[in-house]
Structure formats: structure tokens, C-alpha cells
């Protein structure tokens, strides 16, 4: 089977399309005839070979010779084959989910893997994956599992959205961005997008109440509060955000700032645990985590038509490396998707 791998931690020109084995699926593992995949900051971190867990992994200088880096989490597909103790799908079933090597592992752990999803074929643990509503493309299936979980925990779980409540969503128009505007709508949340002028409509297309354009007003400048901030783009100091959350609101941030090294991260993390010891505000980071619970609800959001992925471009598979680019420019509206049906890719 085709799959993109790496021999070497870097740019996206270290990837290469291989010829590997077909996987076998262990016991409850599903072997899935990948259809499409997704492509997210976390593959391009593994690439890079950070956090330095993957390298633990993967190989601390380099993937080892006889087991190279396979990027890719994120997978739609067709069910192939499972193991002999998988009870929940048999060969035929439309899939969607992650491919992980362990769900029962904590922290930046658990999205280790070996096999990736810019394949043919991947196998996956039965209990990251969930079917396909029959309404959604194999490409839409595929743009949820990482920012769609991201969106879905940092709100519910570390924001505790409600009904009413004022979000603000800081890069509205990513990838996690345009689910976070969606779901916190179905959660009955007054939502602000914070994007380009050439998103605006689209934000407001997908449920936003209201939009502002970055280039013509400072959000942490308007005078405007809000009971809670979700920031997918790091770019402003804590005090600034600080100045627009209501006395009792709470900040989640879901990545690392923009601009700053691993010290200069650290160093924002010590300060927000002891701005929210000493005050009232609350100011968070998380690592979403995979979870077939949650899963099922972004399955029933999408059925539904309450949650509708954006889709910005399709990639082949031997294209894997020019996605990887183009998420690096940091103006990817919604997803960038992998397909392996040249003929179909619905945005």
C-alpha cells in the first residue's frame, strides 16, 4: 500500500510516499480503507519531532530505519477487517475517528501512534472510532475528530459554556475555530468571531452573532466583556484578555502563543495558574483528549445539521507535503483535508 512517512525530523520536504504492508488488525483493532484524513498542527509537530515525546517513540535523532514516522491522526474511511475481539463494526461500515496506538494514555501521550492516516490503509483501536452519518462525505467525517474534540471539551469542560453566555472565539476561521462557533451556538451561546475581513461572512454563515475583523479593531480594546474567551490564536498579552473577561470569566487557550519559544510558553503558564490562585477569573490551557462519548455527540451535531465542517482545500495523497505547507502559511479557512478520491471533496 501507498503511505507518506518520514526518515528525518523537519520540513515538510522530509516526506515521502512509501510502498509498506498492509497492516493486520490486532484483536480490537479495525483495519480501515482509509478514504480521508485531515491534516492538523499535531502532524506537523510530530514531523518537527515536538513535543520530544514523539521522539521517545519515534527515534531521538530520527525515526528508526525499520519503522519511519507516519504522520496523520485524523481518518474516514471503510471498515476492511477487525480483530477477533472487536464487536461493534464488521467489514463494510463507513468509519470515522483517530488513529491512535493508545487510548488509555494521559496527557500529550496519548496521540502517539505508529500508524499513520496519510495511507491506504491504517488500523485503529475500536474504541476511537464511530460511524459515519450517512449525510456527511467521507472529507467532512475526516475534518472532525482533533478540532472538533478541541472545540467541543475547551468549551464545554474547561469553559462550562451555558445558555446566554458571551463567548468571544479568537481565529474564527481555522480549523477549530469554525467548529468552536458552531457548537458553541448549540450549546446556546452568544458567539463573537474574532477573524480576517475575508472570513467575516463565512463566520457569519456558520451561526456567529456577530463578527469582528482583527485588521480594523482591537477586541481586548472595545470595551465590550465577555463570560468567556476561547483563543485558538494566541496573540495578545493575558493582561489584554484579561481586561475583556467579565470578573468571573474564563480564558481557554488551546495552543501555544504566537511568537513564543518553549520558555516563553512555560513562563505564560506560571502566570496564568497564578492569576487564576489569585483572582477571580480563570485562565486555562488544555490538550483535548480522545473519546468515543464525544465523538458520538460530534456524530449527532453533524447529523443534525447543527455543526456543518468547512472544508478549504483538498489534497491527494501525494500532495501530503503541499497541505503540510499551506497550514504552515496560518490562513487555512477551516480544514485541510486529505482525500483518496481525486473525483470528490465537499467543502
Known amino acids: 500500500m501507498k503511505a507518506i512517512t518520514y526518515h528525518n525530523y523537519g520540513s515538510p520536504d522530509v516526506l515521502q510516499c512509501e510502498d509498506l504492508e498492509k497492516p493486520v488488525p ?10 480521508a484524513a485531515s491534516v492538523n498542527p499535531l502532524d506537523r509537530g510530530e514531523l518537527k519531532g515536538v ?18 514516522g507516519r504522520p496523520g491522526v485524523d481518518v474516514a474511511g471503510l471498515v476492511e477487517a477487525v480483530g477477533r475481539s472487536v464487536t461493534q463494526f464488521k467489514p463494510g461500515d463507513e468509519v470515522f475517528g483517530v488513529c491512535i496506538s493508545n487510548p488509555q494514555n494521559s496527557g500529550v501521550r496519548v496521540w502517539l501512534h505508529h500508524q499513520g492516516s496519510f495511507a491506504e490503509y491504517v488500523c485503529a483501536p475500536e474504541s476511537t472510532l464511530v460511524l459515519k452519518p450517512n449525510n456527511v462525505t467521507f472529507e467532512q467525517a475526516a475534518s472532525l475528530p482533533v478540532a472538533a474534540l478541541t472545540a467541543l471539551q475547551g468549551l464545554r469542560d474547561m469553559g462550562h459554556i451555558q445558555p446566554g453566555k458571551k463567548v468571544l472565539i479568537h481565529g474564527a476561521g481555522g480549523g477549530v475555530g469554525t467548529f468552536a462557533v458552531q457548537i458553541a451556538k448549540s450549546f446556546g451561546g452568544d458567539v463573537t468571531g474574532v477573524s480576517s475581513t475575508s472570513n467575516a461572512e463565512m463566520i457569519r454563515s456558520i451561526g456567529a452573532d456577530r463578527v469582528i475583523d482583527y485588521s480594523d479593531e ?12 476561547f483563543d485558538c490564536y494566541a496573540n495578545h498579552s493575558l493582561s489584554e484578555y484579561r481586561r475583556v473577561l467579565h470578573p468571573r470569566g474564563i480564558y481557554v487557550g488551546i495552543g501555544p502563543p504566537v511568537g513564543l519559544g518553549g520558555i516563553g510558553f512555560l513562563t505564560r503558564l506560571i502566570q496564568m495558574l497564578l492569576l487564576s490562585w489569585m483572582g477571580s477569573q480563570k485562565l486555562l490551557t488544555f490538550l483535548a483528549k480522545p473519546s468515543k462519548e464525544d465523538l458520538t455527540i460530534l456524530r449527532e ?10 472544508i478549504d482545500r483538498c489534497y491527494s495523497l501525494h500532495e501530503v507535503p503541499d497541505a503540510m505547507r499551506y497550514l504552515e502559511e496560518g490562513h487555512a ?4 483535508v486529505i482525500t483518496l478520491d481525486s473525483e470528490h471533496c465537499l467543502g
Not at 513535543?51 to 525499520?66: H, M, N, S
Open 51 to 68: 513535543p520530544y515525546i514523539f521522539r521517545i517513540v519515534f527515534g531521538l535523532r530520527k525515526p528508526e530505519v525499520t519503522q519511519p
Open 333 to 336: 479557512r477551516g480544514k485541510v
Open 26 to 35: 490486532g484483536a480490537g483493532e479495525v483495519l480501515i480503507k482509509v478514504r
Open 301 to 310: 451535531l453533524v447529523a443534525t445539521g447543527k455543526v456543518t465542517p468547512v
Open 218 to 229: 482591537d477586541f481586548t480594546k472595545s470595551g465590550q466583556h465577555y463570560d468567556m474567551i
